[in-house]
């Protein structure tokens, strides 16, 4: 049996499971006693349990306040553009969703945008598994689909012309020649404070990333001293005599920088009229 209570202005469940104890809050009390009911109903069914039918939109909605807490906030952006190109299949209800309405819509995506395509079906198969750990009916024949076939574009080094030329496209040119020469990430550029720069001993401690104006773990988590070249050192010291206060990237455009950047690695001519990065 499960039980309530109200406690510090929200309502607590608790009930016991094959996993023990557990419980879970709500904001009102009505939402407590309707999944008091569901956990009751679950524990007398058994494997026979069913949970109500609920819009796959719906669904998904708390699905990715989930995996929300689990990856980087980069890894959830992606995430979220890529579900976006099957939110169609929003519009049913969990348990209505073929195998083929899915297979049809991935290769509608998969025409255009391969890639996204098969990022979408991987973190679809996720919510419907999901769906079908917490009681609704999937249709098995959804996780046999295999993604649409692509090829990944080979990647290669700017020569340091190239990086010239970029940084010639840019009114923050010292530090796209800076990142080319230290390695760092963008958001590791964008992060980088005066505290963390020391040129006499010609090094920079990476401490973190900065995403969407805010300071967050590197990549790996891991915070790194890197090692600089002559010619780093110098390009770093004219852009810290050169600014006034922030950090070493804040003057940068996030934006324009990754257009340009993208279009000079894949051998794209640079916009016309472009000023800033």
């Known amino acids: 049996m499960a039980s309530y209570r109200k406690r510090r202005g929200r309502f607590e469940v608790r009930w016991r499971d094959g996993r023990g104890q557990r419980s879970r809050t709500f904001t009102r009390k009505a939402d407590a006693l309707r ?58 209800r969990v348990h209505e969703i073929r195998a ?36 609704h009916r999937v249709d098995a024949a959804i996780f046999g689909l295999r993604p649409p076939r692509h090829e990944e574009r080979e990647p290669r080094f700017l020569s340091w012309p190239e990086v010239e030329r970029l940084a010639s496209y840019c009114t923050e040119g010292r530090l796209v020649a800076f990142t080319a020469l230290s390695g760092l990430r963008q958001g590791e550029v964008f992060a980088l404070r005066r505290s ?21 773990k590197t990549k790996t988590g891991r915070k790194r001293v890197v090692d600089l070249t002559a010619a780093a050192v110098d390009l770093l010291a004219e852009q810290l005599a050169a600014q006034d206060g922030g950090t070493i990237g ?25 000023t800033s990065c």
């Open 35 to 92: 999944f008091k009911v569901e956990v009751e109903r679950k524990a007398q069914l058994g494997w026979l349990y069913e949970a109500e039918p609920v819009f796959l939109s719906d669904f998904l909605d708390g699905w990715l306040e989930r995996f929300q807490q689990r990856v980087r906030p980069s890894t959830y952006a992606r995430g979220v553009q890529a579900l976006r190109t099957v939110r169609e299949l929003g519009r049913w």
């Open 100 to 135: 083929a309405d899915v297979e049809d819509r991935i290769a509608f995506v998969g025409r255009r945008a391969p890639r996204q395509a098969a990022i979408a079906l991987q973190l679809l198969k996720q919510v419907l598994r999901s769906a079908e750990e917490r009681g």
């Open 196 to 216: 963390a720069v020391d040129l006499p001993n010609r090094i920079v401690r990476v401490e973190g990333s900065a995403r969407a104006g805010a300071i967050t």
């Open 250 to 274: 804040s003057r940068l455009s996030v934006s324009d920088w990754r257009d340009v950047a993208k279009g000079q690695l894949y051998g794209s001519r640079v916009p016309a009229g472009r």
